[in-house]
């Protein structure tokens, strides 16, 4: 089975985290759970092996935090 690099999945949702960082006060557990729930979405198929949802758990905290520290 063919996944979608998921730098790509996390590069579609950049663009609104970013706006949602800057109206807001960061929230790292929301960006987390929005940014892996996207991920699970676009890469992630109905039955896929849990090694996907925890890549995507995996890439969400380390996209998140880099936005928290550019919405200081």
């Known amino acids: ?3 979608i690099p ?3 999945c ?3 949702n950049c663009l609104s985290l970013l ?3 800057s109206d807001e ?3 790292m ?4 759970q929005e940014t892996v729930r996207d991920c699970q979405d676009s890469v992630c198929m109905r039955g896929s092996p849990a090694d ?3 890549q995507c758990k995996k890439d969400a905290e380390e996209k998140c935090a880099e936005l928290s520290k550019q919405s200081l």
């Open 1 to 3: 089975m063919k996944l």
């Open 6 to 8: 998921m730098c790509l």
């Open 10 to 12: 996390l590069s579609l």
């Open 19 to 21: 706006a949602y960082a």
């Open 25 to 27: 006060e960061f929230d």
């Open 29 to 32: 557990d929301i960006c987390i």
């Open 52 to 54: 996907c949802i925890e």
